[in-house]
């Protein structure tokens, strides 16, 4: 059966590397992340780190990206299936402010 598609953001990355990016939206709800769509909307290289783990958080161990860039006007995607429990965030930022902006696609099921 498939998940109900949801979109997040797009949304602004700050230089706070603890902002959470996704929020789970409940216990009952499972998804699945399937694209990660960054646009660097500046004509500058911009760097972005993410973390999956626990809210506004980056502990070590959890990076997924750590200072990667994104070329001037241009983009980044990474197509995945990932799943997202109830317990983990999206969290991270920006090394230059406002200039990435993240959209991300997931599946939505309920439990």
């Not at 750590?66 to 299936?81: H, Q, R, S, T």
């Not at 406002?98 to 696609?105: G, Q, S, W």
Request: aromatic residues 8%; hydrophobic residues 45%.
């Amino acid at each position: 059966m498939a998940g109900t598609p949801k979109r997040v953001g797009p949304l602004a990355l700050t230089t706070t590397l603890t902002t959470n990016v996704y929020v789970p939206p409940s216990s009952l709800i499972g998804e699945i992340l399937r694209h990660i769509h960054i646009a660097n909307k500046t004509g500058t290289a911009a760097t972005f780190t993410l973390y999956l783990g626990a809210t506004g958080a980056n502990a070590a161990g959890t990076e997924l990206w750590v200072a990667k860039n994104v070329a001037a006007n241009d983009a980044f995607d990474f197509y995945c299936a990932i799943e997202l429990l109830s317990t983990d965030f999206l969290v991270g930022g920006s090394g230059t402010a406002t200039a990435l902006t993240i959209t991300m696609a997931l599946d939505q099921y309920v439990l």
